[in-house]
Every structure is written in C-alpha cells, then in structure tokens.
C-alpha cells in the first residue's frame, strides 16, 4: 500500500468505522480525487518548488533549517526550491533569518486575542523545527520522545498548555504558563466547548505525552 500509495494510485480515505476509527479506508485515487487522474507529472524542481512555495505559504516565515527538515531535501534541493520560489528573507527574534513569500513581506494587521485547543499532531504545533518561540519550556510535558506533539492549548500564537479526557469523556486542561484569570476563563469556555462537540466520544492520540497521561487517568 505504501508503493502504491506514493505512486499516486491509492490514498487513504474516510475511517472505516466511527469517525475516532484509527484504520482509514484505501481508496482509489481515481475515485476519491478524480480531477488529478492522467495529469502529467511535475519535473522535480517544479514540484519542489511548489511544495516549498506551499509550505511558506502555510507556515512563514519559516527558516532555511525549517525548511529542509520539513522536506527532508538536500542542502541543494533547498537552496533551488527557496531561490525558484524567490523567497525573500525577513528578520525575526534573536537575530535570526526567516524566509516568506515575495508578497509576504509587509506587516500584518494585529489579530484579535485568541484561544485554541489543537489536538494530537496538529501542523500548527509540529510545523517548525525551531519550536522555542511558540513552545517555550513545554516541550518536555507535551510532546513524547519521538518528537511527536499532543493535545496543546494556545493563546495568542504561543502553548500555554495542553489538554486530556476523562473516561467519562470530559476535556480537561492544564495551563503551564499564567495567562491571567480573562485569558484562563476563555480556555475553560472552549474546554467546555469542546467536551460538548465530541459528546462523550474518547480521542485517544496515539502517541501519549506525559502531561495527556496525567490529565487523562
């Protein structure tokens, strides 16, 4: 399944029972996405291209390191692939180079405050190499010894937290960081929130971290 999934004729579907199932359905790709069936295939610096125009798009800026972590690339590969895409570098903390998009440069508009309860493996918690900006000291209680993330409460673009189930299904926090009692009363709100939508349904990650073990028992 995996040559013939990389090989563009297969691709995971919907799970093959409940919605929680951890055993998705194959399917075939002509069925499930029918619209890229008998496209020709992009050369190989076209594709890396457009992957690393996709992910700067997604998650710049971003750093060179970054990048060829991501992608797994050689230090050619990325050099090409970021010159192809023209990403153009910016400053960020401590001195460092991010790279963006040619038309990703400007200030942004600051956004309202915000909290989130992200799951298991979410893009936005596993998405750069360099995590301290957006992880702090949390690293060791929230993601496992293979590097993988748990579930992770957000305020503001940083984790603050991370969340579990009960058995009876409720969803819990633990806040590592003093976000204040405004900040703290939003993250119980979506907690609540959320024990509501999943309705009794347990999600179990398949890589449990220290902090989901204890919030979990």
């Known amino acids: 399944m995996t040559v013939l999934s990389a090989l563009g004729h297969v691709t995971r579907a919907h799970a093959g029972g409940a919605w929680n199932d951890r055993q998705p359905r194959w399917a075939l790709m002509r069925d499930w996405c029918p619209q890229v069936v008998g496209q020709p295939p992009l050369a190989a610096a076209e594709a890396r291209a457009e992957l690393a125009r996709c992910w700067l798009g997604t998650f710049g800026p971003g750093t060179y390191e970054d990048v060829k972590w991501w992608t797994g690339w050689t230090v050619a590969h990325t050099r090409a692939a970021l010159r192809d895409v023209g990403a153009v570098e910016v400053g960020l903390d401590d001195d460092m180079i991010g790279l963006v998009l040619p038309d990703d440069s400007g200030a942004e508009a600051p956004s309202a405050p915000w909290v989130a309860l992200l799951p298991s493996l979410d893009p936005t918690t ?92």
């Open 126 to 217: 596993m998405g750069w190499q360099a995590r301290d900006w957006y992880l702090g000291s949390h690293r060791v209680r929230l993601f496992d010894p293979y590097g993988n993330a748990g579930p992770t409460v957000w305020s503001d673009g940083e984790v603050v937290g991370g969340w579990g189930q009960r058995p009876d299904g409720q969803v819990v926090v633990r806040l590592l960081a003093d976000v204040g009692a405004e900040k703290t009363a939003q993250v119980d709100t979506e907690a609540a929130r959320l024990t509501a939508w999943l309705d009794g349904v347990l999600v179990r990650p398949s890589f449990p971290t220290p902090l989901q073990r204890e919030l979990s028992g």
